[in-house]
């Protein structure tokens, strides 16, 4: 175990001297794996087709014909998020693809960069770092189904994270998960990271940006938001079909194993509980270690979880997940571990994928076959061991702050040790604060303010 673990050691530190080469290996293979079998993107059709209706009309009747299990894609998105797509669709169709694609892909960087800044305890390395997971990312489903796909959900996330673990402003920080949300309704989970670690002023910038979208785009095309607004946003229907194993939210994983939409039933409202029990731990655990990348992930996920209809592709927050997993407070912990090699064999191996195929070779399974079910909880089964990965681990470590510290580390103010005193960002020593003396601390400090910030939560 001992030589496993050193050899192990040994291959990371290569890796990380040569991670600007790992990511252009990566790229050019995915670009050549691109390029022999090419993928349709599907999703990014829609964009492209339906956006010029926002103006004219007609924004939910328009379709991309597909095939079976889900033979149209129409437009599913608020109109706000057609009218941001406009300049795409303006372009040629190759254009749209190439720019789409190179957009995303920069999208993954800004994701692995900003989850990796706000783990609690940083050191050396980050931007190699940065660069092994981003040539990762494209080999893990959810991030290759949705490059593949043309779906918007990388340049979200890139909104999201970006703006949570650079934003110096309380105004960018609420404005980049107003913008997530208002074009497409999840990332609204969002928010309640804000709330959670008590972002008081970057929440009402997050309201206030995301109710001035709703009305800019209810002033520019008011027929289609009304029609959206007032039906078409409860419409599970036009989504697709729940029960596919294409869907890994919650009710999608009961409704393959009852047989029929579990919505409502006694079971998904137990699963329900059980679930935002174990995400609530994980929250409290979070937080107390003053941990504010545990805290977006587990919001995220549970989101996701909960959601009526999260596809494959929606769970690209696997990868902030695993970061957390692979260099979290609790990275040595074989728990972590564990769960660690299970998201990145389920997400590699395409497992998803290959359940997509066997059930596509079937007519409407009715009942659907036990055989295809239980492997098709996977996503939420990993989610909810990362929650227990989360929650448990407290038990090891103890309080280490509270939401004020979380909140400070997130917006990059300097953080109080116990003893009142602020911690120096360069040297980690402290400096008493007004009108109280210095005092030895307990312990070292478990948070230092995040480097290349100013002071101050503005």
């Not at 080999?139 to 934003?167: C, K, M, S, Y």
């Not at 402003?169 to 928010?191: E, Y």
Request: some cysteine; proline content about 8%; overall charge positive.
């Amino acid at each position: 175990m001992k030589r496993t673990a050193v050899h192990g050691r040994r291959a990371g530190r290569w890796l990380t001297r040569r991670a600007g080469w790992c990511l252009a290996g990566s790229l050019a293979l995915y670009a050549l794996t691109a390029f022999l079998s090419p993928a349709e993107p599907l999703d990014l059709r829609v964009y492209h087709e339906a956006a010029p209706h926002v103006l004219t009309g007609g924004l939910y009747d328009q379709v991309v014909r597909t095939g079976p299990p889900i033979p149209e894609l129409p437009f599913t998105y608020p109109p706000f998020a057609a009218l941001v797509l406009l300049p795409l669709a303006r372009l040629p169709w190759t254009a749209a693809v190439v720019l789409w694609r190179a957009a995303s892909l920069a999208a993954v960087l800004v994701v692995t960069a900003g989850a990796l800044r706000l783990l609690p305890h940083r050191s050396g390395g980050d931007r190699d770092r940065a660069l092994l997971w981003a040539a990762a990312a494209p080999w893990l489903e959810p991030v290759r189904h949705t490059l593949d796909q043309g779906q918007i959900n990388l340049l979200l996330g890139a909104a999201v994270v970006g703006g949570l673990a650079f934003g110096r402003r309380a105004a960018v920080r609420g404005t980049s998960v107003a913008l997530a949300a208002s074009l497409k309704l999840t990332p609204a989970v969002a928010g309640a990271y804000l709330l959670a670690t008590r972002q008081w002023r970057a929440a009402g910038w997050a309201v206030a940006a995301g109710g001035a979208a709703v009305g800019l785009a209810w002033w520019i095309a008011p027929g289609e938001s009304e029609r959206y607004w007032s039906g078409l946003v409860t419409d599970t229907r036009r989504v697709g079909p729940v029960w596919s194993v294409r869907n890994q939210s919650l009710r999608g994983a009961l409704t393959r194993l009852l047989g029929h939409d579990a919505a409502g039933t006694a079971l998904w409202w137990a699963a329900l509980a059980l679930v935002t029990l174990a995400a609530a731990g994980a929250l409290r655990a979070a937080l107390r270690r003053d941990d504010p990348l545990g805290v977006l992930v587990t919001v995220e996920l549970y989101g996701l979880l909960v959601c009526p209809v999260s596809w494959s592709h929606h769970w690209i927050w696997c990868l902030p997940a695993m970061i957390w997993l692979a260099h979290g407070p609790h990275r040595t912990r074989a728990a972590a571990r564990t769960v660690l090699v299970l998201w990145a064999a389920v997400t590699g191996a395409r497992l998803v994928p290959r359940l997509i195929g066997a059930e596509d070779r079937l007519s409407r399974p009715d009942p659907y076959p036990w055989a295809l079910a239980w492997p098709g909880c996977v996503y939420a089964g990993c989610a909810l061991l990362t929650f227990l990965v989360l929650a448990l681990a407290a038990r090891h470590t103890g309080p280490a702050g509270s939401p004020e510290h979380v909140r400070d580390a997130a917006a990059g103010r300097t953080p109080l040790r116990p003893d009142g005193a602020a911690v120096s960002s360069r040297r980690g020593t402290a400096r008493p604060a007004a009108g109280r003396p210095a005092r030895r601390a307990p312990g070292p400090s478990r948070w230092s303010a995040v480097p290349g910030r100013r002071r101050g939560w503005r």
